[in-house]
């Protein structure tokens, strides 16, 4: 089973938003055997979206269409369905009463002649419920392809992908599993993982597929496969993984090599210690903290965090001594050791987490080159830091420093 997804929309073409749509239609198809072999975006134009509708069914057994169903004259999507499956126009009056029962309820807006026109559907079409918008979702059948099409709206398509397509895809067609396992690796570069791998690698199983997922930082490795027995497919893989353990033990997340995110892993492994940990930022700005009260009922591990950005804020809020930001620099692991030790003692954590550097584009308060990182770490026994030296531009030095330091308590953890 395969699955091309179109969607449809100038703002996505022209960067005003992002197309999530796309992501959580593949992963939910993907939950249920089938493969999504192209994801395609298009603008809100009659014959772009034929064409493309027309290549679709040559490739795919399910089509997948998000957008261009609103009551707007840019929203061409059922028309074009109708010169597509030549087919016309009818009104629905289940569609219809929903309409006018959700204007009436919740829409706090006099209904008019365009929203009533949302009930106008192809006659050909399985029409699929909303609940929580006019447009109703479309079932239609060409050949062997079948084209489900969905209005753009993020909670309203997800909505319609869990009640009404996903159980129907389920009833209509025998599907293959697919599995996939993900670890996740930290410290070491994608290329140098496939040296320790090489021999692994070249010996799986053609069924099973492997994957490298490389971020800042870190490299999730994906191992999936396609089979008609997912017990014997989920033991193929599982199997697999257990051979790369031992090669890659020294980096692995958590020792385990969970596909979660670092901070999650440090926020259990916190938890499981019964203890504490705070954060003391000035070149990440916030980032750190961001990040890590990302994880739900990270309240059980967290004390809090400071962004002591300015050199004064440094001395004023975290106490660190004038003399010794003049003597060592505010750049420096002096200056970074003390706002860990002094922010430890601020939120009564028994973790803290500091990060001090330039970031740039410019030096700032400091001489340090741009790319100059220091982060330091107090723990129950000891303070130290480490100096990084890190290439790109400000977001790219920002991003490497918040995994450092995530990386850096990991490993205390651990």
Same mark, same amino acid.
């Given at each position: 089973?395969?699955?091309?997804?179109?969607?449809?929309?100038?703002?996505?073409?022209?960067?005003q938003?992002?197309?999530?749509?796309?992501?959580?239609?593949?992963?939910?198809?993907?939950?249920?055997?089938?493969?999504?072999?192209?994801?395609?975006s298009?603008?809100?134009?009659?014959?772009?979206?034929?064409?493309?509708?027309?290549?679709?069914?040559?490739?795919?057994?399910?089509?997948?269409?998000?957008?261009?169903?609103?009551?707007?004259?840019?929203?061409?999507?059922?028309?074009?369905?109708?010169?597509?499956?030549?087919?016309?126009?009818?009104?629905?009056?289940?569609?219809?009463?929903?309409?006018?029962?959700?204007?009436?309820?919740?829409?706090?807006?006099?209904?008019?002649?365009?929203?009533?026109?949302?009930?106008?559907?192809?006659?050909?079409?399985?029409?699929?419920?909303?609940?929580?918008?006019?447009?109703?979702?479309?079932?239609?059948?060409?050949?062997?392809?079948?084209?489900?099409?969905m209005?753009?709206?993020?909670f309203?398509?997800?909505?319609?992908?869990?009640?009404?397509?996903?159980?129907?895809?389920?009833?209509?067609?025998?599907?293959?599993?697919?599995?996939?396992?993900?670890?996740?690796?930290?410290?070491?570069?994608?290329?140098?993982?496939?040296q320790?791998?090489?021999?692994?690698?070249?010996?799986?199983?053609?069924?099973?597929?492997?994957?490298?997922?490389?971020?800042?930082?870190?490299v999730?490795?994906?191992l999936?496969?396609?089979?008609?027995?997912?017990?014997?497919?989920?033991?193929?893989?599982?199997?697999?993984?257990?051979?790369?353990?031992?090669?890659? @033990? #020294? *980096? &692995?997340?958590?020792?385990? /090599?969970?596909? =979660?995110?670092? %901070? +999650?892993?440090?926020?259990?492994?916190?938890?499981?210690?019964k203890?504490?940990?705070?954060?003391?930022?000035?070149c990440?700005?916030?980032?750190?903290?961001?990040?890590?009260t990302?994880?739900?009922?990270?309240?059980?591990?967290?004390?809090?965090?400071?962004?002591?950005?300015?050199?004064?804020?440094? @001395? #004023? *809020? &975290?106490?660190?001594?004038? /003399?010794?930001? =003049?003597?060592? %620099? +505010?750049?420096?692991?002096?200056?970074?050791?003390k706002?860990?030790?002094?922010?430890?003692?601020?939120?009564?954590?028994?973790?803290?987490?500091?990060?001090?550097?330039?970031?740039?584009?410019?030096?700032?308060?400091?001489?340090?080159?741009?790319?100059?990182?220091?982060?330091?770490?107090?723990?129950?026994?000891? *303070?130290?830091?480490?100096?990084?030296?890190?290439?790109?531009?400000?977001?790219?030095?920002?991003?490497?420093?918040?995994?450092?330091?995530?990386?850096?308590?990991?490993?205390?953890?651990?």
């Open positions: 089973m395969t699955a091309e997804i179109i969607t449809i929309g100038d703002e996505i073409l022209i960067g938003i992002v197309d999530t749509n796309s992501a959580h239609i593949a992963q939910e198809l993907n939950k249920i055997g089938i493969s999504v072999h192209q994801i395609t298009i603008e809100d134009e009659h014959s772009h979206i034929l064409t493309t509708l027309e290549e679709a069914s040559k490739r795919a057994d399910i089509v997948i269409i998000t957008g261009g169903l609103g009551p707007t004259r840019d929203d061409v999507t059922k028309h074009v369905l109708c010169e597509y499956f030549d087919d016309v126009l009818v009104r629905n009056d289940e569609v219809l009463q929903h309409v006018e029962d959700l204007f009436r309820k919740i829409i706090n807006t006099p209904i008019s002649d365009l929203n009533r026109e949302q009930a106008m559907v192809p006659s050909k079409a399985i029409v699929l419920h909303n609940k929580f918008g006019t447009a109703p979702g479309l079932w239609m059948k060409k050949d062997k392809t079948v084209f489900i099409a209005p753009g709206v993020p309203e398509m997800k909505t319609l992908m869990e009640l009404e397509v996903i159980p129907k895809i389920v009833k209509e067609f025998k599907r293959p599993f697919i599995y996939h396992k993900t670890i996740r690796t930290y410290g070491l570069g994608e290329s140098a993982i496939a320790r791998l090489e021999t692994w690698e070249n010996n799986l199983p053609k069924a099973i597929k492997l994957a490298y997922l490389p971020d800042y930082g870190t999730r490795l994906r999936s496969g396609k089979g008609e027995d997912r017990e014997l497919l989920k033991i193929s893989i599982e199997g697999e993984f257990k051979k790369v353990y031992p090669l890659l @033990e #020294d *980096i &692995l997340s958590n020792g385990l /090599g969970e596909a =979660e995110d670092i %901070s +999650v892993s440090i926020s259990k492994l916190l938890i499981s210690k203890q504490f940990l705070c954060f003391a930022e000035s990440t700005g916030g980032e750190i903290a961001a990040r890590f990302k994880i739900p009922g990270v309240s059980s591990c967290f004390k809090g965090g400071l962004v002591t950005y300015a050199t004064h804020s440094k @001395e #004023d *809020i &975290l106490k660190i001594p004038v /003399g010794v930001i =003049e003597k060592n %620099s +505010v750049v420096s692991a002096e200056v970074a050791e706002m860990a030790e002094n922010a430890k003692k601020i939120f009564k954590s028994d973790y803290a987490l500091s990060t001090t550097g330039n970031a740039g584009p410019s030096k700032g308060d400091s001489d340090a080159e741009v790319g100059t990182v220091f982060i330091g770490l107090a723990t129950p026994d000891r *303070i130290f830091s480490k100096r990084f030296e890190f290439e790109g531009g400000r977001e790219q030095i920002v991003e490497k420093s918040v995994n450092e330091a995530f990386k850096i308590i990991l490993k205390e953890l651990i």
